[in-house]
């Protein structure tokens, strides 16, 4: 019961905007042992949630579609739909860098 009442305190955290707050609770929350399968879908979509807003590349943690699905049946379809589309363009921006310093490099050697 108490790393339930831990994950709600951690995504009320996440839903105020207290980002910081919720990242480290969520990360507690992951490294503890026990947690049930459904609480810990939410706590990575909450560690996820805070490390994209807080530009935390390095906090990022995987999200499986099975997850998702999940999280989708317990009532968080407009969470998901946005932290998927967010998750994709973090992910298209991610990639594009590497392209985008090799476009520049070869464009400032050829000048």
């Known amino acids: 019961m ?6 709600l305190d951690a ?5 105020g905007g207290r980002w910081e707050e919720a990242l480290a609770a969520g990360e507690r929350l992951l490294d503890a042992k026990g947690l049930h399968r459904v609480h810990r879908a939410e706590v990575r979509a909450l560690v996820i949630e805070c490390a994209l807003r807080l530009g935390r ?4 943690v995987p999200l499986e579609a099975a997850e998702v699905a999940g999280l ?6 407009a969470w998901m739909d946005r932290l998927v589309a967010e998750l994709r363009a973090w992910s298209a921006r991610v990639s594009e860098g590497p392209r985008l310093r090799a476009v520049r490099s070869s464009a400032s050697t050829a000048s």
Do not use: K
């Open 57 to 60: 590349d390095d906090r990022l």
């Open 72 to 77: 989708r049946g317990r009532g968080y379809n």
């Open 2 to 7: 108490r790393r339930e009442a831990a994950v």
């Open 11 to 15: 995504l009320r955290l996440c839903r």
